[in-house]
Structure formats: structure tokens, C-alpha cells
């Protein structure tokens, strides 16, 4: 699996970074009618009462959204300065925050585009007669070594390591090139000068540095980038390979579930993660619920788990779909190690690593959708994969729903909110209320009643600051980004 020069990986894509809103930015950097939301403000995020405050720019929307700008990742970077997004078109638009200025003092978590590159293109596999889509399916940025931001991102095959860098010199006075580089007639060359770096502007520079390829028969549904700093896992349905960020050529199985007649097979992973501290474990979750934690000191095939985390089943709720909504889509290890995160269809769970028989939590993300289960397994919606996401102090966790939903609970006092994203919150100082989804009855003036739900509309990726209170919020082809203006200002 030989590669060749970076340069035949293709040209580096540039981009100017200019100070302007998001929703024009992203319209120019050719983002096809992908509409950018600009930052939302909000206040006391987690609990009942939330306000949100636009900047003044508001961009008209349009109503048209294609499949390729669709947002299928959203991942902030170690430090939060930095948010990238992928979609459907396999293109990657990071956006930095902008600092606060004495001529804005409330413009503190507001994100410009920074950058835009197109990551990946559509593939054939003519062994195979198989298409591979350019969907960026996750994102996942490296530990920042040096002033440069390196991020890893993947399709359902191929991933590719990127970096970032800034530009704002350039030389000049070069004794045998001209300004545009071609060599001078060495006779017209009469004295020598020393090159000088003069200003320019700042331009940003994103260029291929690896590509990890043929290393998934099936499709690639997680990457993790471990805590050593070298070296990072890929999943797909069936194998787990750990690659080393310096070589492209081979990986290490770590996890192999293929049965060895195929009509034996019962499950598959889903996702995977690293643990945050200790470089040697990881974990992954299956379709059938369950979480597998494993050692890598144990053996290098890890067919053997370390510890199961599973629930036991409720005889009396088992139904068609018991094991279709207890799969988990989306695994997440708190920042201190401690406790694991996981997101079937209808709840968010807790795990305790000390604690295998059960969660400690169980949070109801839209129960009210247990009548309504025959419906969405006809629309293949009881298949969309949600995502969670931890708070800095692990205090406060995360979820997506439908109708432009996502959900909050706050672990300590045990209350729960539902916002929904959407462009009608977007007049000045507006109000975001806590929304109420009704099932049958008397219902309130702003309830929602659960069969006038939107499944098109739903919330699939979250993202969540390392540090403070920020949140990005992926819905269709509009990105949302709230703050907790109330806490940052008392920081």
C-alpha cells in the first residue's frame, strides 16, 4: 500500500481567512446553500429558563437543501478554539472563535470560518463494483505539538491526516528567482542581496500528510486518537485496526469479530473509543447493547474483553424492536476516565467502569416514541444513528431528537430541558423556551403534540467545549453554536 509523494495527493488548499460572519462566509467558500447559523447566545445552559441573542447580520436562509451539505460530524479541537465540521459532500469547514476585543466585549464565542477543503472525493471500487461515498463520516483532531493544528478525517474507507497552518510572511529579494519564481538570466544578476520576509495577508494552508488506506473491508463508523499521542483506532462493523500516525502502509487488528461461516454473525460494532488517561484501553459497543472494555496489554488480538457492561433485559418490555433500539450509536468516555456515555434510540445511559451490571443512569430522551416504533421502522427512522456529548465537568450531558430537538440533563440536580434549533429564534434578544412534546390530553399553548413531530428534521451530531459552556449543534445543513453568556461573564 505505497503512496508516493505528498504532492500527488493533490495541490494544497488555500483559503484567506477574513473577519466576517458565518452565514456569508460559508455561502462563499463554496458551501452550495449550506447554511450557516450565526452564534447563539444562551443563558444558563442545562436549566429551565435559556436566552439566545443574534449578532446583527442576519443572512436570508434558503429553503433548498441538497444531500451534500448535510452535516454528518462536528468535533471541537483540544482547546476549543477551533470547530470543524464535515458533510456530506466530503468537505471540512473549521471555524476559530474570535477573541474578545474592548470594541466587542460580547463577541467572545462567536466562530468564523477559519478554513475549507475539500477532504475527500466519491470513489469506485471496480473489484468490488462498489461506490464509495465522499461522506465525511467523523472527525477527530490531534493533540496541537507545535503552532501547526493537525485533524484526522474519514469516509467509510479511507482516512486522511491533515494539517493546518497560518501564513503571514513571504519572502522576498531572492538573488536568482523573480517575484513569480522563474529563474533570472544569470547575466542580469549583478549583486547579491539578503531575501527579506516582508507582511502579507494572513493566509491559511491546509495540506494532506498521510492517507491510511485499504485498511476496512466494511465501513468505517469511528476513529479515536489515543492518549499517547501516536497512534489511533479505526472501526468498522466487523475489525478494529491501530494505525501509527506515521505509517500508512499497515495496521495492527486489535479487534476481530467476523464469525468464520457469515450466517453466524448476531452483531456489530458501532463505535469505539480510547480512554482519555491510559493509552492501553479502549472501548467499543455493539448492536446488541453492549459495551466491551479492553487491555491491550492483555494480548494484541483483543478477542478477549476485559469487562462486559451490559443490562439485562425486561421480559416484559421485549417487543419486534427490543434490539433495534437497544443498539448503542455513539460510546463517549468522560474527561476524568471515570464513566462512559452511551445513546441507544430512545435513552442516554451512565456507566460506571467499577460497575458492570448496570448503568448508574438512565436518562428517557423521547419515550413518547414507544407507540410510534412500527411507523418509524417503516420510514428506517428507528435506524438513524444519535450522538451524546459530555460537558467539561462531566456535570451535564447531551443528546439529539427530531423536530430540530436536542435534550440536556443535568446529572447533579437531575432536571432535564428540551430546546429546539431552529430559524425562528433568530430575532434580537429573542427567547429560546424550553419546548414540551404532549402525548394525548390537555396540552399547553406552546406544547408540541408528539404526531406533529418532524422526523426529517433531526439532531444527530453534538458537540460539546472542552472547557466552558459552548455547545455546536448540527441540524440538517445549519450549524448552531450557543453560549452561556451568564457563566462567561462571570469568569
Same mark, same amino acid.
Request: net charge negative.
Given at each position: 500500500?505505497?503512496?508516493?509523494?505528498?504532492?500527488?495527493?493533490? =495541490?494544497?488548499?488555500?483559503?484567506?481567512?477574513?473577519?466576517?460572519?458565518?452565514?456569508?462566509?460559508?455561502?462563499?467558500?463554496?458551501?452550495?446553500?449550506?447554511?450557516? *447559523?450565526? @452564534?447563539?447566545?444562551?443563558?444558563?445552559?442545562?436549566?429551565?429558563?435559556?436566552?439566545?441573542?443574534?449578532?446583527?447580520?442576519?443572512?436570508?436562509?434558503?429553503?433548498?437543501?441538497?444531500?451534500?451539505?448535510?452535516?454528518?460530524?462536528?468535533?471541537?479541537?483540544?482547546?476549543?478554539?477551533?470547530?470543524?465540521?464535515?458533510?456530506?459532500?466530503?468537505?471540512?469547514?473549521?471555524?476559530?472563535?474570535?477573541?474578545? @476585543?474592548?470594541?466587542?466585549?460580547?463577541? *467572545?464565542?462567536?466562530?468564523?470560518?477559519?478554513?475549507?477543503?475539500?477532504?475527500?472525493?466519491?470513489?469506485?471500487?471496480?473489484?468490488?463494483?462498489?461506490?464509495?461515498?465522499?461522506?465525511?463520516?467523523?472527525?477527530?483532531?490531534?493533540?496541537?505539538?507545535?503552532?501547526?493544528?493537525?485533524?484526522?478525517?474519514?469516509?467509510?474507507?479511507?482516512?486522511?491526516?491533515?494539517?493546518?497552518?497560518?501564513?503571514?510572511?513571504?519572502?522576498?529579494?531572492?538573488?536568482?528567482?523573480?517575484?513569480?519564481?522563474?529563474?533570472?538570466?544569470?547575466?542580469?544578476?549583478? =549583486?547579491?542581496?539578503?531575501?527579506?520576509?516582508?507582511?502579507?495577508?494572513?493566509?491559511?494552508?491546509?495540506?494532506?500528510?498521510?492517507?491510511?488506506?485499504?485498511?476496512?473491508?466494511?465501513?468505517?463508523?469511528?476513529?479515536?486518537?489515543?492518549?499517547?499521542?501516536?497512534?489511533?483506532?479505526?472501526?468498522?462493523?466487523?475489525?478494529?485496526?491501530?494505525?501509527?500516525?506515521?505509517?500508512?502502509?499497515?495496521?495492527?487488528?486489535?479487534?476481530?469479530?467476523?464469525?468464520?461461516?457469515?450466517?453466524?454473525?448476531?452483531?456489530?460494532?458501532?463505535?469505539?473509543?480510547?480512554?482519555?488517561?491510559?493509552?492501553?484501553?479502549?472501548?467499543?459497543?455493539?448492536?446488541?447493547?453492549?459495551?466491551?472494555?479492553?487491555?491491550?496489554?492483555?494480548?494484541?488480538?483483543?478477542?478477549?474483553?476485559?469487562?462486559?457492561?451490559?443490562?439485562?433485559?425486561?421480559?416484559?418490555?421485549?417487543?419486534?424492536? @427490543?434490539?433495534?433500539?437497544?443498539?448503542?450509536?455513539?460510546?463517549?468516555?468522560?474527561?476524568?476516565?471515570?464513566?462512559?456515555?452511551?445513546?441507544?434510540?430512545?435513552?442516554?445511559?451512565?456507566?460506571?467502569?467499577?460497575?458492570?451490571?448496570?448503568?448508574?443512569?438512565?436518562?428517557?430522551?423521547?419515550?413518547?416514541?414507544?407507540?410510534?416504533?412500527?411507523?418509524?421502522?417503516?420510514?428506517?427512522?428507528?435506524?438513524?444513528?444519535?450522538?451524546?456529548?459530555?460537558?467539561?465537568?462531566?456535570?451535564?450531558?447531551?443528546?439529539?431528537?427530531?423536530?430540530?430537538?436536542?435534550?440536556?440533563?443535568?446529572?447533579?440536580?437531575?432536571?432535564?430541558?428540551?430546546?429546539?434549533?431552529?430559524?425562528?429564534?433568530?430575532?434580537?434578544?429573542?427567547?429560546?423556551?424550553?419546548?414540551?412534546?404532549?402525548?394525548?390530553?390537555?396540552?399547553?399553548?406552546?406544547?408540541?403534540?408528539?404526531?406533529?413531530?418532524?422526523?426529517?428534521?433531526?439532531?444527530?451530531?453534538?458537540?460539546?467545549?472542552?472547557?466552558?459552556?459552548?455547545?455546536?449543534?448540527?441540524?440538517?445543513?445549519?450549524?448552531?453554536?450557543?453560549?452561556?453568556?451568564?457563566?462567561?461573564?462571570?469568569?
Amino acid at each position: 500500500m505505497e503512496h508516493g509523494n505528498l504532492e500527488d495527493l493533490g =495541490s494544497k488548499e488555500r483559503s484567506r481567512r477574513t473577519p466576517v460572519r458565518l452565514l456569508e462566509t460559508g455561502l462563499e467558500l463554496g458551501f452550495r446553500g449550506h447554511a450557516i *447559523q450565526p @452564534s447563539l447566545l444562551i443563558f444558563a445552559c442545562g436549566v429551565q429558563q435559556l436566552v439566545i441573542a443574534w449578532p446583527p447580520e442576519v443572512t436570508p436562509f434558503t429553503s433548498q437543501v441538497f444531500t451534500a451539505d448535510v452535516i454528518s460530524t462536528v468535533e471541537f479541537n483540544h482547546t476549543g478554539e477551533l470547530l470543524a465540521t464535515g458533510d456530506k459532500g466530503g468537505r471540512v469547514v473549521i471555524f476559530q472563535r474570535e477573541p474578545e @476585543s474592548k470594541n466587542a466585549p460580547h463577541s *467572545q464565542g462567536e466562530y468564523d470560518v477559519y478554513s475549507t477543503f475539500q477532504s475527500h472525493e466519491p470513489e469506485f471500487d471496480y473489484l468490488k463494483s462498489l461506490e464509495i461515498e465522499e461522506k465525511i463520516n467523523k472527525i477527530k483532531w490531534l493533540p496541537q505539538q507545535n503552532a501547526a493544528h493537525s485533524l484526522l478525517s474519514t469516509n467509510d474507507k479511507t482516512i486522511k491526516l491533515w494539517k493546518i497552518t497560518e501564513r503571514d510572511k513571504r519572502p522576498e529579494g531572492y538573488n536568482l528567482k523573480d517575484e513569480e519564481g522563474k529563474l533570472k538570466d544569470l547575466s542580469t544578476v549583478t =549583486s547579491l542581496q539578503v531575501p527579506v520576509l516582508k507582511p502579507m495577508d494572513l493566509m491559511v494552508e491546509v495540506s494532506p500528510r498521510r492517507i491510511f488506506a485499504n485498511g476496512h473491508t466494511y465501513h468505517i463508523n469511528s476513529i479515536s486518537v489515543n492518549s499517547d499521542c501516536e497512534t489511533y483506532m479505526s472501526a468498522d462493523d466487523l475489525r478494529i485496526n491501530l494505525w501509527h500516525l506515521a505509517i500508512t502502509d499497515r495496521s495492527f487488528n486489535i479487534v476481530d469479530i467476523k464469525p468464520a461461516n457469515m450466517e453466524d454473525l448476531t452483531e456489530v460494532i458501532t463505535a469505539s473509543e480510547f480512554h482519555p488517561h491510559h493509552c492501553n484501553l479502549f472501548v467499543y459497543s455493539s448492536s446488541k447493547g453492549s459495551l466491551r472494555l479492553c487491555d491491550m496489554r492483555a494480548a494484541a488480538l483483543c478477542d478477549k474483553h476485559s469487562k462486559l457492561f451490559e443490562e439485562p433485559e425486561d421480559p416484559s418490555n421485549r417487543s419486534f424492536f @427490543s434490539e433495534i433500539i437497544s443498539s448503542v450509536s455513539d460510546v463517549k468516555f468522560s474527561h476524568s476516565g471515570r464513566y462512559m456515555l452511551t445513546r441507544d434510540y430512545l435513552t442516554v445511559k451512565v456507566w460506571d467502569l467499577n460497575m458492570e451490571a448496570r448503568p448508574i443512569e438512565t436518562y428517557q430522551v423521547h419515550d413518547y416514541l414507544r407507540s410510534k416504533l412500527c411507523s418509524l421502522y417503516e420510514s428506517d427512522c428507528i435506524f438513524d444513528k444519535f450522538e451524546c456529548a459530555w460537558n467539561g465537568s462531566d456535570s451535564v450531558i447531551m443528546t439529539g431528537a427530531y423536530n430540530n430537538f436536542f435534550r440536556m440533563f443535568d446529572r447533579n440536580t437531575k432536571r432535564d430541558v428540551t430546546l429546539e434549533a431552529s430559524r425562528e429564534s433568530s430575532k434580537p434578544r429573542a427567547v429560546l423556551k424550553p419546548r414540551r412534546v404532549c402525548v394525548g390530553g390537555k396540552r399547553r399553548r406552546d406544547d408540541i403534540s408528539v404526531d406533529s413531530l418532524d422526523f426529517t428534521k433531526k439532531i444527530l451530531h453534538t458537540a460539546w467545549h472542552p472547557a466552558e459552556n459552548i455547545i455546536a449543534i448540527a441540524a440538517t445543513n445549519n450549524l448552531y453554536i450557543f453560549q452561556d453568556k451568564v457563566n462567561s461573564d462571570m469568569h
